[in-house]
């Protein structure tokens, strides 16, 4: 192997060690190297020996009672600084008490690509259920928290709006918050409301979710105000501005 061909030979190894680490994003907390290969499309012999490498830098974990791996304390310590650096630290106190008072869960999303990404949960003391807990990516144009993002976006004033069966975008910028019916055999209402940064533009979204008997219209009424009061706490305390403005068009008008 040439002197040239090595960058390119490390620089695919990196390339698939990050495609072993992005298999852990969504609701599986442990993965077998076998679901590992599958989800990354790689063989199980290179899968094995990119984990066991990320095993040694803390970035996974090994169970060794069941050989499954998980997310390691490494990767934990390394967002760190990124947490911190956006703000999201020093918004948990207010998330946490949001969660308490109203008893639900309360998630903080961003825009990445087309999807709308938890970054941070707050669990209520008392009341919690896993139907709160929202999944890792949703769609922007068909969840309340992209649908928040979307509504608030400057993009939007320059888009040409077209009715749209999934998402009344004009309906969540007049009313300021967004409502979604997850169909599952007991259904979940989902509540959005937008958060503005320091330059007054869309940042992220605070999201709670609950069983929709729970969660009914009048409890929303209820929620709605005082999750946009913490939105405006934590505003200011964030960093950099959620990426919108380069967002497919589609996204808006289709």
């Not at 803390?58 to 997310?71: H, K, N, S, V």
Request: glycine letters at 6%.
């Amino acid at each position: 192997m040439t002197d040239a061909e090595q960058p390119r030979s490390g620089a695919q190894a990196v390339d698939r060690a990050i495609q072993v680490l992005n298999c852990f994003e969504g609701d599986d907390p442990e993965l077998s190297v076998s679901e590992l290969a599958h989800r990354a499309g790689l063989p199980v012999s290179t899968t094995y020996r990119l984990a066991q490498a990320l095993v040694r830098g803390r970035l996974l974990e090994q169970d060794p009672a069941t050989d499954r791996y998980r997310i390691g304390h490494g990767l934990a310590s390394l967002a760190r600084p990124a947490l911190s650096r956006l703000g999201i630290d020093a918004a948990a106190p207010h998330l946490y008490a949001l969660a308490a008072g109203i008893k639900i869960t309360v998630s903080l999303s961003v825009a990445d690509d087309r999807d709308a990404v938890t970054v941070f949960q707050a669990r209520p003391p008392v009341y919690f259920c896993p139907n709160q807990l929202p999944q890792a990516r949703q769609p922007l144009r068909s969840s309340a928290v992209g649908q928040a993002l979307l509504a608030f976006a400057p993009v939007f004033e320059g888009i040409e709006r077209r009715p749209t069966p999934l998402v009344d975008l004009d309906r969540v910028r007049r009313t300021g918050f967004a409502m979604e019916i997850i169909e599952r055999e007991d259904p979940v209402r989902s509540v959005a409301v937008p958060v503005l940064g320091p330059d007054k533009q869309v940042w992220g979204a605070l999201g709670v979710q609950a069983r929709s008997a729970r969660l009914n219209e009048e409890l929303v009424r209820g929620i709605v105000p005082a999750m946009r009061q913490i939105a405006g706490r934590i505003g200011p305390l964030f960093q950099s501005t959620a990426a919108l403005t380069d967002a497919p068009a589609e996204l808006y008008s289709r």
